[in-house]
């Protein structure tokens, strides 16, 4: 089931991934899981994230008030978007309007605890002609509340 976002961002229930990176990350992030839980973010390694070619993002997750920093930003991702926000908030680096979406999102995905992807063009970073894919996962802190969202990113005509 597909639910659109304004014509900007479309969120896919199904994961069913584009790119074949990005479904080798879900794949990691599903061996990852115990149980039907969320894998913790000690389960994963630099080394593996510098496998997919610069297209990791990690977000810590601020539950009150509710706020996303970007803790990583691969190069991929920095090239596509034309900047590097690394440390910054996203309700600092995104307009209102697209940061009200943004939110909802990764609230859906801390809430339900799974993995969603979402696919659209890069508005939101003033480059509506580069099409992209990501999927978010949430990941676990040490007291099992999703503490950080790992995001793997791909897109098309970003350079």
């Known amino acids: 089931m597909q639910i659109p976002l304004d014509g900007w961002w479309q969120i896919d229930e199904s994961n069913a991934l584009r790119s ?13 899981r ?14 593996e994230f510098m496998g997919f070619g610069g297209r990791v993002v990690l977000l810590d997750v601020e539950p009150d008030p509710f706020r996303l920093r970007f803790r990583l930003l691969g190069t991929r991702v920095t090239l596509a978007v034309g900047r590097d926000a690394t440390g910054s908030y996203l309700d600092e680096v995104y307009e209102p309007v697209y940061w009200n979406r943004l939110r909802q999102h990764f609230r859906r995905v801390i809430d339900e605890r799974r993995p969603l992807r979402m696919f659209g063009n890069m508005a939101h970073s003033r480059k509506p002609h ?8 949430p990941l676990a802190g040490p007291d099992g509340s999703v503490a950080m969202i790992l995001q793997g990113f791909d897109f098309e005509d970003a350079y």
């Open 20 to 32: 074949g990176e990005l479904r080798r990350l879900l794949a990691m992030w599903v061996r990852r």
């Open 34 to 47: 115990v149980g039907t839980g969320v894998p913790a973010r000690e389960a994963f390694t630099a080394e």
């Open 130 to 137: 580069v099409a992209a894919e990501s999927i978010d996962m």
